[in-house]
């Protein structure tokens, strides 16, 4: 019996420990995840206090390092997006098309279009390339400069942090993901349009930007500069959270780009259903 | 200055009793690790003491608003060491320029003279257009002492300026700072106020100058140069 009992309680003893490691497990990220939220909360807005009162501040350093951002997550996005937008209008806008004629609600193309492509589709998918090709930069360009001193010799120098290298980023991202989207958008409707003209779908160009003009609102147009801003304002603060935060060592630097683009992933999309939610209540 | 000196929670210098008058010459000795860097950082004001008062210019920096701040940080320069910290993407000429721009408002081509003087005192003006990629760790360390005279600092903080340095370059450094402290490397004969941090007194060893130790956590100055010790 005292066997059993001793085979019995190493048994419930590894349970109990296993139960409190999860929990412990599951504690500590939650704490962290409280940590990191707390500090990227901190982090916007001690960014839009610096923007605001610094905005006359260096304007001979500070706005040309806007440009620079915007050029580095704008400009030179656009022959990608260009390519998205066109394969996008092709694939899934030409096949929507399509399939609506097939079953004779071409009446509906503008509703649709407006729904998959300007509402969701543009602005998401803007977001989701910007974050690949430049928030990763962002990670890694301000882990190193922070692992390698640069943070701290800004500092000495007299020169504040957040309004040198986040408040630059903040802006331009914020600018670029709004005018990539709407280009996006454009390219994606025509050539949607194209692909649908080329499959003989019987709807004249005119009757479809008519149904395009009629579906569109004004809260679309308002929605849509929010919704991009406030995308690229996330994307921004994370990235540079990630990189910024914490004291990282080199080998640290790849681990918080990861780290920042799951969180950057998560909050898009949870920024997007907030926004179907407004929509709805509009 | 009476300054305790942490770093995750390790005391690394305590009880530190240092007053730095206009004008003086001082260098700090210490063993690697010692903790002369995160001495010289907090006597910078870059760190917070974790104990004790800190003054710079009979200030406490705690106390001050963003811009009386801003204006004290800008009397003081540092000079960091293992290549200066100089920002990678920025050539030598816009790592000086960086400082006069941000705190005057120039453009880059309105910094262009003042850059232009700074690269001649320190003789790199042939590297102007160069970004850190292409120098020499040396050298990378002398645009950085550059880009911390850009403003004119009164008072100068070096963190092992000459270590690891060919002996003409250390002599470089040791001759330079010497003219920065008697006013003569600038033009209107500013003196400077010089506080270095080495591991080895050899390289600074001069009647005039003032010679503290930080060692096994404590801080002591020595009354004169020739009681300076081994500090290895």
């Not at chain 1, 990539?180 to 349009?193: C, D, N, V």
Request: proline share 4%.
């Amino acid at each position: 019996m005292s066997k059993i009992l001793s085979a019995i309680k190493p048994a419930d003893d590894l349970r109990k420990s296993a139960y409190r490691t999860y929990s412990n497990y599951v504690g500590r990220n939650l704490i962290d995840l409280y940590d990191d939220l707390h500090g990227m909360g901190a982090l916007l807005l001690i960014t839009i206090g610096v923007a605001v009162t610094k905005y006359d501040t260096a304007r001979e350093i500070v706005h040309p390092l806007v440009r620079k951002q915007i050029t580095r997550a704008g400009f030179r996005l656009f022959p990608m997006v260009v390519f998205l937008a066109a394969a996008l209008g092709m694939v899934v806008i030409g096949q929507t098309v399509l399939m609506l004629n097939r079953y004779g609600a071409q009446t509906y193309v503008g509703t649709v279009m407006v729904t998959v492509v300007v509402r969701e589709l543009g602005p998401l998918l803007a977001a989701l390339l910007v974050l690949a090709r430049i928030g990763t930069a962002n990670v890694v360009e301000l882990g190193t400069a922070r692992a390698m001193g640069e943070v701290e010799a800004l500092e000495a120098l007299g020169i504040d942090p957040i309004h040198y290298l986040v408040v630059p980023r903040v802006v331009g991202l914020a600018i670029s993901i709004f005018s990539l989207t709407i280009y996006l958008i454009l390219i994606a409707l025509f050539s949607g349009y194209l692909f649908a003209f080329l499959e003989a779908v019987p709807l004249l160009p005119g009757e479809y930007f008519r149904q395009l003009a009629n579906a569109l609102l004004w809260q679309d147009f308002v929605l849509l500069i929010f919704k991009t801003m406030i995308f690229g304002t996330l994307i921004a603060i994370v990235t540079c959270f990630e990189g910024l935060a914490h004291p990282l060592r080199l080998e640290e630097v790849s681990h918080a780009t990861t780290s920042a683009v799951s969180k950057c992933v998560v909050g898009v999309v949870l920024l997007d259903a907030i926004f179907v939610v407004v929509y709805l209540v509009l | 200055m009476n300054v305790v000196t942490a770093a995750r929670q390790k005391v690394l210098v305590a009880a530190v009793d240092w007053v730095v008058m206009p004008g003086e010459y001082w260098v700090i000795g210490g063993p690697h690790g010692s903790g002369k860097t995160d001495l010289l950082m907090t006597a910078a004001g870059l760190h917070r003491p974790d104990g004790g008062f800190l003054r710079l210019f009979g200030q406490d920096p705690a106390q001050l608003s963003e811009a009386e701040a801003l204006k004290q940080r800008t009397r003081i320069g540092f000079v960091f060491k293992g290549g200066g910290r100089m920002f990678v993407d920025l050539t030598v000429a816009e790592n000086i320029a960086l400082p006069l721009c941000y705190h005057h408002g120039w453009s880059t081509e309105q910094a262009r003279e003042e850059v232009q003087a700074m690269l001649e005192l320190t003789k790199l003006t042939a590297l102007a257009a160069e970004t850190a990629h292409s120098l020499r760790p040396d050298l990378r360390q002398r645009v950085g002492l550059a880009r911390a005279l850009a403003l004119k600092p009164e008072v100068l903080f070096l963190d092992e300026p000459a270590a690891g340095l060919e002996a003409g370059h250390r002599n470089w450094w040791r001759d330079f700072l010497g003219r920065l402290s008697d006013g003569s490397a600038f033009g209107a004969g500013q003196k400077t106020t010089v506080i270095v941090a080495t591991s080895d007194f050899s390289l600074w060893h001069e009647d005039k100058r003032r010679y503290a130790l930080v060692k096994d956590k404590r801080w002591q100055i020595l009354k004169e140069h020739s009681e300076y010790p081994q500090i290895d």
